[in-house]
């Protein structure tokens, strides 16, 4: 499978996912 | 606003913070949408003038700009009575704000990690100031790379932490 790290867009696109996560993750914690 | 003030210096931190953060994470958004994607088709007898000249000048300002944006960030931080809080992800604290900018710190203090203990160390060997054979140097130049775009990775929710904390 190839990495999606040696993609540019997937690169972002999981960035955007971390992103959610991370918000999600502040109205749980906080 | 007195020049000496202390808003004045919490505002000098934040200022130098967020010139060290652009320097830092303007060259790792350059080596990622630009250089890494560009090199593979320039002609092979050209190349070394980016990964000799561009590229060892690049990864200067590069490294140093991350050195300055977590250095001028902690400040920034314990000067807002915050670091303690942040450092732990202001649980306990009630403190959305605090959750926030902590995880960002977190975030960012990772990407300043790959920056000094992976990419430096690997890029090193990739633009010859240390010895390695053909296979070191693929090796290295993977490994960096890699570790590159993990960081344009966390760049994105680091960047939401730290501009969107006042939402919280």
């Known amino acids: 499978m190839k990495n999606p790290l040696d993609s540019l867009n997937q690169t972002i696109g999981l960035g955007v996912v971390l992103t959610i996560v991370v918000i999600l993750l502040i109205h749980a914690i906080a | ?168």
């Open chain 2, 1 to 168: 606003m007195e020049l000496v003030s202390f808003d004045w210096w919490l505002f000098c931190m934040r200022w130098l913070h967020i010139l060290c953060g652009v320097m830092w994470i303007g060259h790792l958004w350059y080596f990622n949408f630009t250089q890494t994607p560009t090199v593979p088709k320039i002609p092979t007898e050209l190349r070394p003038a980016v990964t000799k000249f561009i590229l060892p000048e690049a990864l200067f300002w590069f490294r140093w700009g991350a050195m300055g944006t977590i250095i001028f960030g902690l400040i920034l931080a314990w000067m807002n009575g915050y670091l303690g809080s942040a450092i732990k992800l202001g649980i306990g604290d009630h403190s959305a704000h605090n959750t926030t900018i902590g995880l960002g710190m977190w975030l960012g203090t990772i990407m300043w990690f790959n920056v000094w203990f992976i990419i430096w160390p690997n890029q090193k060997k990739n633009i010859g100031l240390v010895q390695a054979t053909p296979d070191e140097v693929r090796k290295a130049a993977r490994l960096a790379g890699l570790t590159s775009r993990v960081n344009t990775l966390l760049s994105i929710p680091m960047l939401y932490c730290m501009a969107g904390v006042h939402f919280y």
